[in-house]
């Protein structure tokens, strides 16, 4: 298997020395070419303000509103929509909180473009006041994205190599429904998945979705120095249907039900990893059918302007674990997790993250796993395993090109994180990776996002292992 993954080491590392070139290059200039939006009229002049009451007032990069700050507490007499080319009209006016014959009020304006550029549908959304006799008439502009997309990653991260092909649409009928399908290949297995999600169910800020999988997946087991115990082959059917309360974006609640049917075996095993499996009297866990009840809860919420995240949530999970027809335990786990994002001058982003979770005695497939291309990066996948976990991110993202059209990120991160069975083991140093990436992201292309991050790690137990370690981590959307 190590050799076969070795394979196509050549093609592999001139992949990496073309894009380490643009990860090295470093930032070039911080703004270049920032075409406005659609926006057709021409604002009404307002009074001139200091950069420090913008930054203040206006803490993104692209405006919220521009006119006279004076025409607030006016009546609105008309809203005119412009740039809605391919998206049904009723999709941006039931984000509204404000209607003709109202008085516009400032906080409610600025929270509806807030609600429409989190609908991650529109580049660009802005409000123009315009002086309408006694009132104002709003113009709403949108710079639409492309939705309908192939879906094609490569990646590889903690010495797993992964694709991911199919077709999805977040804004399908340019109604807001998201439908996807996709085959995923994971290190020589192979999945199927459909999704269909409506954030706006019967058109109130309720979400519902349902997710559907067929596949395989074998999974490595590894002790807390990085030696393999064991090897077993996944074959999984999973059921999602999940709904969410959206009506204040600022409090979100979620319940979820899962009906997982797992079979375990050796049947996708190399002869070589069953022989592992003899030699260290390793054997594959019990067929298990469960059903998973997860209730979810966030306060506070990350906001979008383009690419550049600036907020903060915290998200606590609750998940039991029952078994279905089965003989078998019931288990819990409980997850907290927190992310800031900061904006910074010219359109640079600082993002921390954290995460904790604990369980009880699950079975392996539901214990918690960190290390590889999502947690902390470097380490091989399922580096750390255990009932409990921890894990940190922190990025500091900068653009050197910045269009409409296109934009390649810079990113410094560190990442930590370590997972044990009490905790006593966490006394121990955690591994640590610290690393550089770049991010090429189509602005106008919803989800567009090809990633390529390169960590340098520090590893209490042992050095670094080619066989099963990669540095390189590459693949599409942002780690965190």
């Known amino acids: 298997m190590r050799e076969a993954m070795r394979g196509g080491c050549c093609c592999r590392q001139l992949q990496v020395a073309v894009l380490l070139a643009i990860t090295l290059a470093g930032p070039l200039a911080f703004a270049t070419n920032d075409k406005p939006g659609p926006a057709k009229s021409k604002p009404v002049p307002s009074k001139p303000e200091s950069a420090s009451e913008l930054d203040k007032k206006r803490p993104r990069v692209t405006p919220i509103w521009t006119g006279d700050k004076a025409l607030f507490g006016k009546v609105v007499t008309a809203i005119r929509h412009t740039g809605l080319d391919n998206t049904v009209k009723k999709v941006v006016t039931r984000e509204l909180l404000f209607g003709v014959g109202a008085r516009l009020q400032q906080d409610k304006l600025v929270e509806t473009v807030r609600r429409l550029r989190n609908l991650r549908v529109f580049r660009t959304v802005g409000a123009e006041l315009i002086a309408d006799g006694p009132g104002v008439k709003i113009v709403m502009s ?92 996944r074959h999984r059917k999973y059921l999602r249907a999940a709904v969410s309360d959206q009506r204040n974006p600022e409090r979100v609640w979620s319940l979820s039900l899962d009906a997982v049917d797992d079979t375990f075996d050796e049947t996708l095993l190399t002869d070589e990893e069953r022989q592992v499996n003899t030699d260290r009297g390793f054997s594959a866990p019990p067929n298990r059918r469960s059903l998973l009840i997860n209730g979810t809860g966030r306060l506070g919420r990350i906001n979008l302007d383009d690419y550049i995240q600036h907020g903060r949530y915290a998200v606590a999970v609750i998940t039991a674990g029952l078994p279905l027809f089965d003989e078998g335990d019931a288990w819990f786990k409980a997850k907290l997790s927190g992310k800031l994002a900061l904006p910074l001058r010219w359109r640079q982003n600082i993002v921390l993250r954290v ?105 209490p137990q042992r050095d670094f292992d080619p066989s099963r370690d990669w540095r390189v981590s590459f693949g599409s959307q942002q780690y965190f």
Request: glycine share 10%; aromatic share 16%.
């Open 142 to 233: 949108y710079d639409e994205k492309w939705t309908l997309l192939p879906i094609f990653s490569l990646g590889r991260g903690g010495a797993r190599t992964f694709v991911t092909a199919g077709l999805i649409d977040i804004h399908a009928f340019g109604r807001l429904l998201e439908l996807s399908a996709r085959y995923s290949y994971f290190a020589g297995t192979h999945s199927y998945a459909l999704l269909f999600t409506d954030p706006r169910l019967f058109d109130k800020r309720f979400l519902f979705s349902v997710y559907g999988q067929i596949g395989e997946r074998n999974r490595w087991l590894y002790d807390t120095v990085g030696d393999l115990e064991g090897l077993y082959s």
């Open 355 to 459: 995460i904790a979770s604990a369980a009880t005695d699950a079975v392996p497939e539901f214990q918690n796993y960190i290390g590889g291309l999502y947690y902390v990066r470097g380490f091989f996948e399922g580096r750390f395993r255990g009932r409990m976990m921890w894990a940190a991110s922190a990025e500091y993202r900068i653009p050197s090109l910045h269009h409409r059209l296109a934009v390649l990120q810079h990113v410094l991160f560190v990442d930590a994180g370590d997972a044990g069975n009490d905790l006593g083991h966490f006394a121990r140093r955690p591994g640590i990776s610290l690393g550089t990436g770049a991010r090429l992201i189509l602005p106008l292309v919803a989800n567009f996002l090809a990633r390529l991050d390169i960590a340098w790690f520090i590893e």
